[in-house]
């Protein structure tokens, strides 16, 4: 047995006849932390009441503390019996079955079912034990919306687990599951962003919490090549600028933290942070962070938060702070997220001024390089770079970086995968102009090409970009080959479609609706997008709280959620973007009325505002296009039913 897997495992009929205190010894021996005198006297109330309640389940296997490294938690006890996998939590005390107690054991069920190779295809029943809760009638059966056998957690107490258990094991059996292959099973992550920034500040390797088979790109390749980097700038003086490109959801926020959170280190000089001018993935971040280690560490969340606020910045403080100075930064090593959206020179100069800077002549990539500038001797600039992404007036994309490379600091070495060359990286730019006279490195693990965000399928960004280029026969068949595994809906009905997102999510499985920033005919259905969301509530906060996407009163638009994630997700279609004689149309609503946005790059602007949208959801999602109303000239039929026509002509089925 693997021992940082379990901390005691064996045959149900071993387990039985042992004293009680050679088993506690074992799990005492592998523990890792601190042994509180409450966890010790929890293991031996499981030890004894497990003996007693599996004495007559023969050909079993009992595992207790086995490690879920993704959630960063252990499960209780787990029960291999007649092929079925039992995951047994034990609320030592508790007299009733409360929601987060049956939420975490559903949670681990689903954990193991999705990221755990020998669970994938076995069949998994959750157990909430609430010892002084009163006895109440369980069904065996599996959930609702997804047939993936995983079964309805059951709830028991201490006295009725012994007959529950006889119960399971007489009427559930399957194929044999090797006790010992199943415990050393390969383990393949694929964190939330939220889940990764928290395990990689607790002190995880990405290698734990990232995928590495052989159908995911490795994300610690990419940190290697980084790591390299930032060593070879170091020990030769030198000033280096990497890019790190991938298709959403591919990793390059994880990639990013991750380098940051290793070269995090004052006493090596090269201090490192993570900057964004993403604020809602900024104030998500740094509030997860805060209060996991308030939780963790029993801390007030006011220190844990400044702590946090140190390690990821928004990328605007760090430029004004540069601003009232001109003394190099403390920061050796820099993380710019998204740096896609980092600003024009006009953009910049119009902010500036509403500052009082009224001379202003630098675009954002040019001043963020100048910062780095400063130092005598080494820097490394890191920018993640996500193709089509580029949702807002006045981003400027990576061109504007190499231009500023180009005409400034032309001594910096640039390091590029040959991946680059994509028009939705370019902006159509040629390569031999956006090199020009600079010294420019190609390695192509700098190119994350592989999305993760959507582990049930990795090709739905790939759906999404020829859905929006409308290439519908390769839009087709990539939509036949994900939608056996990753669901995409079409409704025009809203109470379906929160029905559905409701019947789909498990345990704490999140969903919430998402729309453009342009959709303001919505709001008649309650679909208000002009009313901000606060985002640590809307991404973090539990299904009881009216705050949280849970309620699906509040709608996170494209700038709320890029970089960011839920499980399903209901996207809410208006006539911004329509589909008319054969190709995508861009309008803009202003006042009372809609309007034809006619500079392309507004035009581009949109369409990546929807491929935001439709690359946001982790397991699945349904697509809400009204029906339009003819007494309302806003409202159209006309205006949605060609963008609904379009969707169904490429396979996405109705409901």
């Given at each position: 047995?693997?021992?940082?897997?379990?901390?005691?495992?064996?045959?149900?009929?071993?387990?039985?006849?042992?004293?009680?205190?050679?088993?506690?010894?074992?799990?005492?021996?592998?523990?890792?932390?601190?042994?509180?005198?409450?966890?010790?006297?929890?293991?031996?109330?499981?030890?004894?009441?497990?003996?007693?309640?599996?004495?007559?389940?023969?050909?079993?296997?009992?595992?207790?503390?086995?490690?879920?490294?993704?959630?960063?938690?252990?499960?209780?006890?787990?029960?291999?019996?007649?092929?079925?996998?039992?995951?047994?939590?034990?609320?030592?005390?508790?007299?009733?079955?409360?929601?987060?107690?049956?939420?975490?054991?559903?949670?681990?069920?689903?954990?193991?079912?999705?990221?755990?190779?020998?669970?994938?295809?076995?069949?998994?029943?959750?157990?909430?034990?609430?010892?002084?809760?009163?006895?109440?009638?369980?069904?065996?059966?599996?959930?609702?919306?997804?047939?993936?056998?995983?079964?309805?957690?059951?709830?028991?107490?201490?006295?009725?687990?012994?007959?529950?258990?006889?119960?399971?094991?007489?009427?559930?059996?399957?194929?044999?599951?090797?006790?010992?292959?199943?415990?050393?099973?390969?383990?393949?992550?694929?964190?939330?962003?939220?889940?990764?920034?928290?395990?990689?500040?607790?002190?995880?390797?990405?290698?734990?919490?990232?995928?590495?088979?052989?159908?995911?790109y490795n994300l610690s390749l990419t940190t290697e090549e980084i790591n390299k980097i930032i060593d070879y700038a170091k020990n030769q003086n030198q000033k280096c600028i990497c890019f790190i490109t991938g298709v959403p959801g591919a990793g390059k926020t994880l990639a990013g933290l991750n380098i940051a959170n290793i070269r995090h280190n004052f006493d090596e000089d090269e201090h490192a942070v993570f900057l964004s001018g993403n604020g809602p993935l900024v104030y998500v971040l740094r509030e997860a962070l805060a209060r996991d280690e308030a939780e963790r560490l029993n801390i007030q969340k006011g220190f844990a938060k400044r702590k946090a606020n140190a390690f990821i910045q928004n990328v605007h403080h760090f430029r004004d702070d540069a601003i009232k100075s001109n003394k190099a930064p403390i920061e050796r090593v820099v993380v710019f997220d998204e740096a896609q959206r980092a600003w024009t020179r006009e953009k910049t100069a119009k902010f500036m001024s509403e500052k009082g800077e009224m001379n202003w002549d630098l675009s954002e990539p040019e001043f963020l390089i100048s910062i780095m500038d400063r130092h005598k001797d080494w820097?490394?600039?890191?920018?993640?770079?996500?193709?089509?992404?580029?949702?807002?007036?006045?981003?400027?994309?990576?061109?504007?970086?190499?231009?500023?490379?180009?005409?400034?600091?032309?001594?910096?070495?640039?390091?590029?995968?040959?991946?680059?060359?994509?028009?939705?990286?370019?902006?159509?730019?040629?390569?031999?102009?956006?090199?020009?006279?600079?010294?420019?490195?190609?390695?192509?693990?700098?190119?994350?090409?592989?999305?993760?965000?959507?582990?049930?399928?990795?090709?739905?960004?790939?759906?999404?970009?020829?859905?929006?280029?409308?290439?519908?026969?390769?839009?087709?068949?990539?939509?036949?080959?994900?939608?056996?595994?990753?669901?995409?809906?079409?409704?025009?009905?809203?109470?379906?479609?929160?029905?559905?997102?409701?019947?789909?999510?498990?345990?704490?499985?999140?969903?919430?609706?998402?729309?453009?920033?342009?959709?303001?005919?919505?709001?008649?259905?309650?679909?208000?997008?002009?009313?901000?969301?606060?985002?640590?509530?809307?991404?973090?906060?539990?299904?009881?709280?009216?705050?949280?996407?849970?309620?699906?009163?509040?709608?996170?638009?494209?700038?709320?959620?890029?970089?960011?994630?839920?499980?399903?997700?209901?996207?809410?279609?208006?006539?911004?973007?329509?589909?008319?004689?054969?190709?995508?149309?861009?309008?803009?609503?202003?006042?009372?009325?809609?309007?034809?946005?006619?500079?392309?790059?507004?035009?581009?602007?949109?369409?990546?505002?929807?491929?935001?949208?439709?690359?946001?959801?982790?397991?699945?999602?349904?697509?809400?296009?009204?029906?339009?109303?003819?007494?309302?000239?806003?409202?159209?039929?006309?205006?949605?039913?060609?963008?609904?026509?379009?969707?169904?002509?490429?396979?996405?089925?109705?409901?």
């Open positions: 047995m693997d021992m940082e897997r379990a901390y005691y495992s064996g045959k149900v009929e071993n387990f039985y006849l042992k004293n009680c205190d050679e088993i506690l010894g074992e799990i005492v021996r592998n523990n890792q932390f601190a042994l509180e005198k409450k966890q010790r006297n929890t293991w031996i109330y499981e030890i004894q009441l497990l003996q007693n309640s599996m004495k007559d389940l023969i050909n079993s296997y009992i595992i207790f503390e086995y490690t879920i490294p993704r959630m960063g938690d252990r499960i209780d006890n787990v029960l291999i019996n007649n092929g079925i996998i039992y995951l047994i939590e034990f609320k030592v005390g508790e007299n009733a079955y409360p929601k987060h107690a049956i939420d975490q054991v559903f949670d681990y069920a689903l954990d193991l079912k999705y990221f755990h190779k020998e669970s994938n295809n076995k069949k998994i029943v959750p157990i909430c034990v609430c010892t002084n809760a009163p006895e109440i009638k369980n069904e065996i059966v599996q959930t609702d919306g997804i047939e993936d056998g995983i079964f309805k957690p059951v709830c028991c107490n201490k006295t009725n687990l012994k007959q529950t258990l006889e119960i399971l094991s007489n009427k559930l059996n399957d194929n044999y599951i090797d006790p010992l292959s199943w415990i050393n099973s390969q383990y393949m992550p694929t964190p939330t962003i939220i889940e990764a920034a928290q395990a990689l500040y607790r002190g995880h390797n990405v290698k734990e919490i990232s995928r590495n088979d052989s159908d995911a820097a490394v600039i890191i920018c993640l770079i996500g193709g089509g992404q580029e949702i807002n007036t006045g981003e400027a994309g990576l061109p504007e970086w190499f231009s500023a490379l180009r005409l400034n600091f032309s001594h910096w070495k640039v390091f590029i995968s040959k991946q680059i060359h994509y028009n939705e990286y370019t902006q159509g730019v040629p390569l031999e102009q956006l090199f020009k006279n600079l010294s420019v490195n190609v390695i192509d693990k700098l190119h994350l090409a592989v999305s993760v965000r959507s582990f049930r399928s990795e090709k739905v960004s790939e759906f999404v970009k020829l859905l929006l280029d409308v290439n519908i026969n390769s839009a087709k068949k990539i939509l036949l080959n994900i939608n056996s595994v990753y669901p995409i809906i079409l409704t025009r009905n809203l109470d379906v479609a929160k029905n559905w997102v409701k019947t789909m999510a498990r345990g704490t499985e999140r969903y919430g609706i998402i729309a453009s920033s342009g959709a303001k005919r919505l709001k008649s259905f309650g679909i208000w997008i002009q009313n901000n969301i606060t985002p640590e509530n809307w991404f973090l906060n539990k299904s009881s709280d009216v705050r949280s996407s849970y309620y699906l009163e509040d709608t996170a638009t494209e700038f709320d959620i890029q970089g960011l994630e839920i499980d399903w997700a209901i996207v809410a279609w208006d006539a911004d973007l329509r589909f008319e004689n054969g190709n995508f149309e861009a309008y803009n609503f202003i006042g009372s009325r809609w309007n034809t946005i006619k500079k392309e790059i507004d035009k581009m602007y949109l369409k990546n505002a929807y491929r935001v949208l439709l690359t946001r959801a982790r397991q699945g999602l349904i697509i809400f296009i009204p029906e339009g109303n003819e007494k309302d000239y806003t409202r159209k039929i006309e205006y949605y039913d060609g963008t609904y026509n379009y969707l169904k002509s490429i396979g996405i089925k109705e409901i």
